[in-house]
């Protein structure tokens, strides 16, 4: 068993962020008779899970849909690999959601950034290259 700030260095978070997954019902960490939050493995084990559902792209509010199957005792399947998604689960439904809502978004910053590059086109001409950042090419 570990304490919170010890939880956070192991799993590359920091000690606000533990206490704010739990205050969002994603953890549950034990607590000493002296009111310190104590962390062990299997604590450790969903906090990597939740944080690799956030990097990629998921909310807060999309893990917690999804707070019933992410520890590996209650789950039938591990994110990343292919299996039967656990009865009740809406595992593809949220993952869907949030990819429709990522593509949304990337047409609007595409056309945003058309209309922007037609303006910069528009008023100063030659003096800018607005075609799309490439690495290697001379800004």
Same mark, same amino acid.
């Given at each position: 068993?570990?304490?919170?700030?010890? *939880?956070?260095?192991?799993?590359?978070?920091?000690?606000?962020?533990?206490?704010?997954?739990?205050?969002?019902?994603?953890?549950?960490?034990?607590?000493?008779? &002296?009111?310190?939050?104590?962390?062990?493995?299997?604590?450790?084990?969903?906090? =990597? $899970? #939740? /944080?690799?559902?956030?990097?990629?792209?998921?909310?807060? *509010?999309? +893990?917690?849909?999804?707070?019933?199957?992410?520890? @590996?005792?209650?789950? =039938?399947?591990?994110?990343? #690999?292919?299996? @039967?998604?656990?009865?009740?689960?809406? +595992?593809?439904? $949220? &993952?869907?959601?949030?990819?429709? @809502?990522?593509? *949304?978004?990337?047409?609007?910053?595409?056309?945003? =950034?058309?209309?922007?590059? &037609?303006? #910069?086109?528009? /008023?100063?001409?030659?003096?800018?290259?607005?075609?799309?950042?490439?690495?290697?090419?001379?800004?």
């Amino acid at each position: 068993m570990m304490r919170i700030g010890a *939880a956070a260095a192991t799993t590359g978070l920091t000690p606000r962020a533990l206490r704010h997954y739990e205050e969002e019902g994603l953890l549950r960490p034990r607590r000493a008779p &002296s009111g310190h939050r104590e962390y062990g493995e299997a604590d450790l084990r969903r906090l =990597r $899970v #939740i /944080r690799g559902l956030l990097d990629a792209g998921l909310t807060v *509010a999309d +893990v917690r849909s999804l707070a019933h199957v992410l520890d @590996e005792e209650s789950a =039938r399947f591990s994110f990343g #690999i292919r299996r @039967e998604e656990p009865e009740g689960c809406a +595992v593809g439904e $949220v &993952s869907l959601h949030r990819l429709a @809502e990522l593509d *949304a978004r990337i047409e609007e910053l595409t056309a945003l =950034r058309e209309r922007l590059a &037609s303006r #910069i086109a528009e /008023r100063f001409g030659a003096v800018f290259d607005t075609r799309p950042y490439a690495p290697g090419r001379a800004a």
